[in-house]
Nanobody, 125 residues
Framework: VQLQASGGGLVQAGGSLRLACAGS????????MAWFRQAPGKEREFVGV????????SYADSVKGRFTISRDNAKNTVHLQMNRLEPEDTAVYYC???????????????????WGKGTQVTVSS
């Protein structure tokens, strides 16, 4: 599957952004879809995940209650709605996908075989 992330930009603290990840090439509903982010000088970290068909979502503690993942399987797209953004959310955001991940592994970068190019999110204070 090929992935393309979009929707990043510059926003003030407290604002919102909505990222999109469009997938192509395979049956979208068969894939676990996740978002990761990487800030300068830091390792890539898990943000959230939507399990196959969108039945289950899970989030990192740092974004829980502020970020929401939704997926439109008819359009092969997954969204990351980010509210109440903080300067600490500044990073390059990546979407990732894989067919063979179980829930206990979703937070690990190495578990995903497919990655989109990142989109920059910058939150000013």
């Amino acid at each position: 599957v090929q992935l393309q992330a979009s929707g990043g930009g510059l926003v003030q603290a407290g604002g919102s952004l909505r990222l999109a990840c469009a997938g192509s090439g395979r049956t979208f509903t068969d894939y676990v879809m996740a978002w990761f982010r990487q800030a300068p000088g830091k390792e890539r970290e898990f943000v959230g995940v939507s399990m196959r068909r969108g039945s289950t979502t899970s989030y990192a503690d740092s974004v829980k209650g502020r970020f929401t993942i939704s997926r439109d399987n008819a359009k092969n797209t997954v969204h990351l709605q980010m509210n109440r953004l903080e300067p600490e959310d500044t990073a390059v955001y990546y979407c990732a996908a894989d067919r063979s991940i179980i829930l206990s592994s979703v937070r690990y970068v190495a578990a995903y075989n497919y990655w989109g190019k990142g989109t920059q999110v910058t939150v000013s204070s």
